[in-house]
């Protein structure tokens, strides 16, 4: 195959974050529906606001994923480390890695041979992770990588041929809809090699009031993570968003798993960006903004044995509310 760059290819690599960023927007906010990548939800301000999600009481998913890994940390260290051989500790979307710690701390104390690659598109967490986490877990061993989670998967590879770890915890894999979310897991399957492990975290369907009140608090803390990525587009993209023109709308479907989150425009209204395209909205249009999907452990498995893995272990909190499920690439 030519390895030369398309032209398609160098005119994307030669944008800067803001371009893509703007592309991205705009591409959104004029496809039908309207929508907006919640990717970018995570500027400092989104980072911020989410750890106030996370401690919100509502919010349970933290929690049970947070019980599974301070809890069953032997367990999963045993899991991960095998035979005892080299590998990279991937984390795709570290946030703080504040659970991945328990982990990590267990892996050095064993003197375990690992790198950790916490992966995350904030240049504020990778930033805050490699300072902070070689002066909290000393001997841990470190590098941070700033980007996509594909693009920094092959960097990783470039790295070191080392046997991979990956893990991609908090229900990330629910911010996609499941045939999304499936192909995605065959995209990750293609940059592992056999016996690379995945350690993947999943919300399940539990009951209808507690998933919807995780996505609704009474502190309005997710209403202001949502509306964060209009205050966002105006600080960077030079927009004018009225933000108390919009309101928070979440939905839960028991049946399909999908909870939704939209932003309705309470008025008609025109919003420019950049001074160059101009977005017109109607009275109770919405913006779809993000799905957290929910699953069945019986869906977890399915999923995995498509896209090239093997389950082989669980993890569960006392509720089993949560699951963070072990495979392997086939």
Same mark, same amino acid.
């Given at each position: ?39 970018? *939800? ?26 599974? *890994? ?79 989670? *594909? ?61 919807? #009140? #995780? ?114 690439? #086939?």
């Amino acid at each position: 195959m030519d390895s030369t760059l398309t032209q398609t290819e160098l005119n994307k690599s030669s944008k800067t974050k803001t371009d893509l960023f703007y592309d991205d927007v705009i591409a959104g906010l004029k496809s039908t529906p309207k929508r907006l990548n919640s990717k970018y *939800f995570y500027d400092a301000n989104g980072d911020k606001l989410f750890q106030e999600l996370m401690n919100s009481p509502e919010y349970y998913p933290t929690n049970c994923e947070l019980e599974i *890994f301070s809890e069953k940390t032997a367990e999963i260290a045993d899991s991960i480390i095998g035979d005892g051989d080299a590998f990279d500790l991937i984390e795709l979307g570290a946030g703080d890695a504040m659970k991945s710690t328990y982990l990590l701390k267990y892996l050095v104390s064993k003197k375990a041979d690992f790198t950790y690659l916490p992966i995350d598109i904030s240049e504020n967490v990778i930033s805050y992770l490699n300072i902070t986490l070689p002066v909290t877990l000393p001997g841990l061993k470190i590098t941070g990588l700033n980007g996509e989670y *594909f693009d920094m998967m092959e960097k990783a590879a470039s790295i070191s041929s080392r046997r991979k770890v990956v893990l991609f915890l908090g229900s990330n894999i629910g911010n996609m809809a499941v045939n999304d979310a499936i192909e995605f897991c065959r995209e990750l399957r293609k940059h592992l090699s056999s016996g690379d492990m995945v350690l993947i975290g999943m919300d399940l369907k539990k009951d209808p009031k507690v998933v919807l #009140a #995780a996505y609704n608090d009474k502190e309005g803390i997710t209403r202001r993570f949502n509306l964060n990525l209009l205050e966002r587009i105006n600080r960077e993209l030079n927009a004018n968003f009225d933000i108390d023109k919009f309101e928070h709308y979440p939905t839960y479907d028991p049946e399909t798993g999908a909870c939704k989150s939209y932003l309705i425009s309470t008025v008609d209204q025109q919003v420019t960006i950049n001074g160059k395209e101009t977005i017109s909205f109607l009275k109770d249009e919405y913006i779809y903004m993000e799905i957290s999907q929910k699953f069945t452990i019986m869906q977890a498995d399915q999923i995995a044995i498509n896209t090239g893995f093997a389950p082989v272990g669980q993890f569960f909190d006392t509720r089993k509310w949560f699951i963070d499920a072990i495979w392997v690439a #086939a």
